[in-house]
């Protein structure tokens, strides 16, 4: 057997790494710079979506070998409203996406992926921040903000609902959403620009939902998040394997990414156990996926409010899951528009992703920095999925 597997970083991304490889016999060692995993999130209800791949995520928890041991509830239904306030009931035969909690009570993700690790003999160290070159695995999440969130969890009264508002004037290039089941909400607004003014955002947010259906707000938590987003050929440096959204994997689209960090975690440790190439399994994983999701969010952008008012009608016409299965789908012509899509969405200022060789939205830095910590701007916001 291998000398121990080094893991910097312990979300999701880092942990289901952990399991496989624990799994397996191998000595696997954690490190996460907080004092406990989780500890960056405040309870919110997060998505897991489930319409970029055919694979139901129930499914693929159970080919990989994870179990259900934290809050995992499908999603049938929601309502959208458009920039007029106008409402449109959706739902699909099969869940769309499953919600999921974050951050250290025992029911969360985190701490179910945790204890699932520890339980396939993983150990873990905390307050210990892991340079690179030390790592096999890296796992540390987004380094600088794609998208931005700000997020809201709270107690209330509230008839249980999930609600998601498209307004490109009080979310520019994202959402707001509010979710709430038995008892428990979170309430959110996310944007991919303008990010020095989310807190506006989010309180202008906030009253047109009050607006819609006035709620009940008590023991309130509020907390920021960010994703990053990037296309690679390879997601290995210096032999070192980068798995969720330190390696930039993340749907565009609606900026969820806690199905990839899953994903490329299980391939990383499929790489390592089967000593064969991690970039050709999260290619087989992922397939078109990532480059699908950017020319998403470029018509999701370009549409503006009249491009979503489209969307939400198409939307409650029919099946919702089949619906986004679409927009994921590989087809020949989002394929053919991808240079200019990467080409179009492009701006000019410094890149801070930590993959090297990599096309994102800013310009690239030549070179990855060493250590694996917070860096600037973004350093205070948590991670939302890696």
Request: glycine share 8%; hydrophobic share 40%; with cysteine.
């Amino acid at each position: 057997m291998n000398a121990t597997i080094k893991i910097a970083g312990a979300g999701p991304a880092g942990l289901t790494a952990a399991i496989c490889l624990a799994k397996q016999g191998y000595s696997v060692e954690l490190f996460e710079a907080r004092e406990t995993v989780g500890g960056r999130f405040i309870g919110d209800f997060q998505v897991i979506e489930n319409a970029s791949r055919s694979e139901d995520v129930r499914d693929l928890l159970k080919r990989i070998g994870i179990s259900s041991n934290f809050y995992f509830q499908p999603l049938y239904q929601a309502t959208f409203y458009d920039h007029q306030l106008r409402p449109t009931p959706v739902k699909s035969q099969l869940p769309y996406a499953y919600f999921v909690r974050r951050g250290t009570e025992s029911d969360t993700l985190d701490q179910g992926l945790l204890q699932q690790a520890l339980a396939a003999g993983a150990h873990i160290s905390y307050r210990t921040r892991l340079k690179a070159e030390d790592a096999d695995i890296v796992a540390t999440g987004p380094a600088v903000p794609d998208g931005l969130a700000k997020e809201m969890t709270f107690e209330t009264t509230h008839a249980d609902t999930i609600s998601v508002l498209f307004d490109m004037n009080l979310s520019p290039g994202g959402y707001s959403y509010l979710f709430v089941l038995d008892g428990k909400a979170t309430f959110g607004c996310a944007i991919t620009r303008d990010f020095d003014r989310i807190n506006l955002y989010f309180e202008e947010a906030l009253l047109c939902f009050q607006q819609i259906a006035p709620f009940t707000i008590a023991r309130e938590r509020t907390a920021y998040s960010f994703m990053n987003f990037c296309l690679k050929q390879s997601a290995v440096s210096q032999d070192k394997l980068y798995i969720g959204e330190v390696a930039g994997f993340q749907d565009y689209l609606f900026g969820l990414g806690i199905r990839y960090a899953i994903t490329t975690g299980f391939a990383a440790a499929q790489s390592l156990i089967h000593k064969d190439d991690y970039n050709r399994r999260w290619k087989e994983e992922l397939g078109f996926g990532q480059e699908t999701s950017l020319v998403n969010r470029y018509l999701y952008e370009q549409g503006g409010n009249a491009g979503l008012k489209t969307f939400i009608k198409r939307a409650g016409r029919g099946d919702l899951q089949n619906y986004l299965h679409k927009w994921h789908r590989p087809i020949f012509w989002k394929k053919l528009i991808l240079p200019f899509v990467k080409w179009s969405l492009k701006e000019k200022k410094l890149c801070h992703h930590r993959i090297p060789e990599h096309w994102c939205r800013i310009k690239p830095v030549a070179s990855s920095p060493a250590i694996l910590g917070p860096s600037k701007p973004g350093a205070d916001f948590k991670n939302q999925s890696g």
